[in-house]
């Protein structure tokens, strides 16, 4: 009797009469297996398939494997698996040696280039003290990397190497912040035509002494004219939703803060942030509650501190005092041709001249939005993750 010894996929359809004694064996090949990472407390994907399903020449050797007639009966005499023989353990020993682990790993698509590292180096480097390959994803709109590897082990501590890297990446001030809680003020045509107006003032004057500093890229758009609450590091898709549902979960208590009723706010003047007027660096205007009863404080205090205690601030951030103010002019925004760390100033002297006392006018905040920086949605408006309203009418007991 000529043994036959096939995968079990080979085996199942070649020797499949029904005098024949056929073992059935796993296929060593799971795709999407979830398991779970102890270290992020999180599910991952785990895959394990075998290097090769195809048989060497010293396995192919039943004379009735043509393929044009494994669905056919075949006689038991010429291809037969004998239960528990050496071979049937031996392969099985040789698949389990070839199984590979990954692991699916969402980090964000803003830290990858720390993960690779200069030229590629910190992947390497990784890969060769893990013993694995690291393999990125070819949509920008993927934010995970998979890891693969020889063994369970190899694997765990590659994610336990990379995860540090990204919470060092996050603290550096190299990572850019991408969402912010922000009060719209640009749901005001009327504030929006001001602003458009102010910008076309500056930039004629502007024209006329080009040694002020002044170009359009350092004005805020006024379609974008907002109140910040908070900045936020959100590297990936799991924390944008985490801080998506911390807004919403604090709508009750932001109303109760502004004890459901209405809040608007006077913006008047302007203001320098850093620097002399000579020099400035941030212009903006003062906003003052109207009432004077600091209820919108209030609100913007419940959500800070919701977010900080969600653990999805920044230390540093944390222990900042907030001070409502509206932005209109910023030299971080000048638009360059080669990146520098230096932030040029601009003159400001005229521009206090003629707007320092300026009357901007009074205006409802109507809600509170997840905001993401560099995105916009079709109103102009930065791209807005989620949103809470605020009290538009007066409630009546």
Same mark, same amino acid.
């Given at each position: 009797?000529?043994?036959?010894?096939?995968?079990?996929?080979?085996?199942?359809?070649?020797?499949?009469?029904?005098?024949?004694?056929?073992?059935?064996?796993?296929?060593?090949?799971?795709?999407?297996?979830?398991?779970?990472?102890?270290?992020?407390?999180?599910?991952?994907?785990?895959?394990?398939?075998?290097?090769?399903?195809?048989?060497?020449?010293?396995?192919?050797?039943?004379?009735?494997?043509?393929?044009?007639?494994?669905?056919?009966?075949?006689?038991?005499?010429?291809?037969?698996?004998?239960?528990?023989?050496?071979?049937?353990?031996?392969?099985?020993?040789?698949?389990?040696?070839?199984?590979?682990?990954?692991?699916?790993?969402?980090?964000?698509?803003?830290?990858?280039?720390?993960?690779?590292?200069?030229?590629?180096?910190?992947?390497?480097?990784?890969?060769?003290?893990?013993?694995?390959?690291?393999?990125?994803?070819?949509?920008?709109?993927?934010?995970?990397?998979?890891?693969?590897?020889?063994?369970?082990?190899?694997?765990?501590?590659?994610?336990?190497?990379?995860?540090?890297?990204?919470?060092?990446?996050?603290?550096?001030?190299?990572?850019?912040?991408?969402?912010?809680?922000?009060?719209?003020?640009?749901?005001?045509?009327?504030?929006?035509?001001?602003?458009?107006?102010?910008?076309?003032?500056?930039?004629?004057?502007?024209?006329?002494?080009?040694?002020?500093?002044?170009?359009?890229?350092?004005?805020?758009?006024?379609?974008?004219?907002?109140?910040?609450?908070?900045?936020?590091?959100?590297?990936?898709?799991?924390?944008?939703?985490?801080?998506?549902? #911390?807004?919403?979960?604090?709508?009750?208590?932001?109303?109760?803060?502004?004890?459901?009723?209405?809040?608007?706010?006077?913006?008047?003047?302007?203001?320098?942030?850093?620097?002399?007027?000579?020099?400035?660096?941030?212009? &903006?205007?003062? #906003?003052?509650?109207?009432?004077?009863?600091?209820?919108?404080?209030?609100?913007?205090?419940?959500?800070?501190?919701?977010?900080?205690?969600?653990?999805?601030?920044?230390?540093?951030?944390?222990?900042?005092?907030?001070?409502?103010?509206?932005?209109?002019?910023?030299?971080?925004?000048?638009?360059?041709?080669?990146?520098?760390?230096? #932030?040029?100033?601009?003159?400001?002297?005229?521009?206090?001249?003629? &707007?320092?006392?300026?009357?901007?006018?009074? &205006?409802?905040?109507?809600?509170?939005?997840?905001?993401?920086?560099?995105?916009?949605?079709?109103?102009? &408006?930065?791209?807005?993750?989620?949103?809470?309203?605020?009290?538009?009418?007066?409630?009546?007991?």
């Amino acid at each position: 009797m000529i043994a036959c010894r096939f995968l079990f996929r080979v085996n199942f359809l070649a020797c499949g009469a029904t005098n024949a004694r056929v073992i059935s064996k796993p296929l060593h090949s799971f795709q999407g297996l979830q398991v779970m990472d102890p270290k992020k407390r999180k599910m991952v994907t785990q895959t394990w398939r075998a290097v090769s399903t195809q048989p060497s020449s010293s396995e192919a050797r039943c004379e009735n494997a043509d393929p044009e007639v494994v669905n056919k009966p075949v006689d038991p005499n010429t291809c037969s698996i004998a239960e528990g023989s050496d071979k049937d353990r031996s392969l099985e020993g040789e698949l389990a040696s070839q199984e590979k682990h990954s692991i699916s790993m969402e980090v964000g698509a803003s830290v990858m280039h720390f993960i690779k590292g200069k030229e590629g180096a910190t992947q390497k480097e990784i890969e060769k003290e893990m013993g694995v390959n690291i393999i990125f994803p070819s949509s920008k709109k993927d934010d995970s990397v998979i890891i693969e590897g020889n063994s369970g082990e190899s694997v765990n501590k590659a994610s336990e190497k990379i995860q540090i890297i990204i919470d060092k990446a996050v603290k550096s001030p190299t990572l850019n912040y991408s969402h912010f809680v922000s009060l719209p003020l640009a749901i005001h045509p009327g504030l929006v035509d001001k602003l458009v107006n102010f910008q076309n003032s500056i930039l004629g004057i502007a024209e006329l002494n080009q040694d002020l500093g002044i170009e359009k890229s350092i004005f805020i758009k006024p379609k974008t004219f907002h109140l910040t609450v908070l900045m936020l590091k959100l590297w990936n898709k799991d924390r944008v939703k985490a801080a998506a549902e #911390v807004l919403q979960t604090v709508s009750s208590k932001v109303l109760d803060a502004l004890d459901n009723r209405p809040v608007s706010v006077r913006l008047k003047g302007l203001e320098c942030m850093r620097g002399s007027l000579a020099k400035a660096h941030v212009l &903006y205007a003062p #906003v003052q509650e109207i009432g004077g009863e600091d209820r919108l404080l209030h609100a913007c205090q419940v959500i800070i501190d919701a977010f900080v205690e969600a653990g999805l601030v920044m230390e540093k951030d944390a222990q900042h005092k907030l001070k409502l103010h509206a932005t209109v002019m910023n030299a971080r925004h000048r638009k360059r041709q080669k990146r520098t760390r230096k #932030v040029d100033s601009f003159d400001a002297r005229g521009i206090f001249d003629q &707007y320092g006392s300026e009357e901007w006018g009074e &205006y409802l905040i109507r809600e509170a939005h997840l905001s993401q920086r560099f995105a916009f949605d079709e109103n102009g &408006y930065y791209h807005c993750c989620a949103s809470i309203p605020f009290p538009e009418n007066m409630q009546l007991d």
